[in-house]
């Protein structure tokens, strides 16, 4: 291992020795147009990805590096492309999730119209689920990467720099000199624990920030892509305190939220994480908190995160009917949620509990199963969201064939979204009415836990959603 090792550093210093161009990259996300959901559309927290990509390359040659977040900083298109023409950079990499692909398709016409020369680059789970589709529906696009991105963009900077083909690239869709669009297989992950600290620097300052400590999922579940793969690969305790406190030092943000899917799922990190956290005091700094499954979350672990001064827990429960949830490939049962829900309240830890209306084969009934067990485990809050039949997941194979009630797919990218979503319905069940029941799932709750405070609380809080949610329950979004 010491030899691979010294043999990958001595290959990092050879190529910064032998780079012949100094590359311009800049990393943006898709500018806004619209505010459909201000929780989304105007986050509180810069896109993680952009931070660890440029953190990751800026180890490995002699590039200038530019990060853009334009949603974050509420650019349109226009300023946008007047901050690209003003950097002159050789590669554009943008990240984007599924409703952002319209977005994507507008700044990357753009660009081609005012930079016909720059190297146009697309990462994120979109791509990753179809990436010949995408290439085909957006042709100004160069390179997709499929998975994970931080060794791929050193090897298109490095073929690049080179003058090469990207032929021996894995893990990106290309268009060749024949312009045919090729589609080179993922080859290996990221070594996390080797990588370097995402490059929050390069971003402006944030009130809340997004850390993870691992990526990957031992999950099926039908309605996710899990991008990061089954095996659950880990970051050093070390690592993560060390970003943990550059970003309280340097940006002092309100909140600090774990994002792995799986947080906790290796106990010796954890305990070893939480025993530095509390060491150090993090939950006096700063609020953070954490979402992870409910076959994770033990007396001991809860105890600890306790000291530790955990914010909240969110946990995805996604249904309350039997059926259903044996089907899903989550690998829970109702009971466990509530064994887990009873530990939150018996160490007054907030809790949140997701839950997904428009499974496979929902039905009215099952849809009101799944409002009173939300009820019954009284979460502090309730979240209700609709299915997404996202690229790449069994729901998206479902609702393609018309299978399992689905029907009426969409294939307008904008219109998946997690709350105001128009992209599916099913057999008897219409978009506005599935709309309507995240409404009455909220409501229903608060009411029945004789939470009258807590319900106007609710509304206060989300209320620019609320509003946003009520105005477009009619729409095509």
Known sequence: MEKVANNMVNQNKLFQENTRMNLRILFTTPPMERIIEPIYDRPKFVRPALAHLAGFLREYGNFKIKCIDAKFEQ????????EISAF??????????????????????????????????????????????????????????IGEGENVIVEICKTLSDK????????????NKEKEIVINKKD?????????????????????????TQRGCPFNCNFCLNPGGNIIRMRSADSVIKEISFLIKNFKPERISFGDESFAANKKFVHELLDKMIALSVGDKVSWDIQTHVKFIDDRLLSKMKRAKVKKVDVGVESGDKEI??????????????KVFTLFKKYKIKSGAFF???????????????IKFAAEINPTEPIFAIAVPFPGTKIAEYALRGEMGYKNLSLKWST?????NSAVELGGISKKKLKLYLVVGNIYVFIYNLRFFDLIKFAFNYRKSVLSFLKNINSSY
């Open 75 to 82: 650019k349109n298109t226009e300023k946008l492309i007047s």
């Open 88 to 145: 002159k950079p050789d590669i554009v990499a943008i990240s984007a999730y599924t409703y952002e692909m319209e977005d994507v398709s507008i700044l990357v016409k753009k660009i081609r119209e005012t930079s016909p020369y720059i190297l146009i680059v697309l990462g994120g789970s979109h791509i990753t689920a179809i990436s010949k589709q995408t290439m085909e529906e957006i042709p100004e696009i160069d390179v997709g990467v």
């Open 164 to 175: 090469a083909s990207f032929t021996n690239i894995s893990g990106i869709v290309f268009r």
């Open 188 to 212: 290996g992950n990221v070594d996390l624990d080797s990588a370097t600290l995402p490059a929050w620097d390069l971003l402006p300052r944030a009130e809340e920030y997004f850390v993870q």
């Open 325 to 338: 949830l044996e089907k899903m490939g989550k690998m829970i049962t109702k009971e466990d949620v509530v």
């Open 356 to 370: 997904i209306i428009g499974h496979p084969n929902e039905t009215k009934k099952t849809i009101w199963e799944t």
């Open 416 to 420: 998946y979204r997690k709350q105001i």
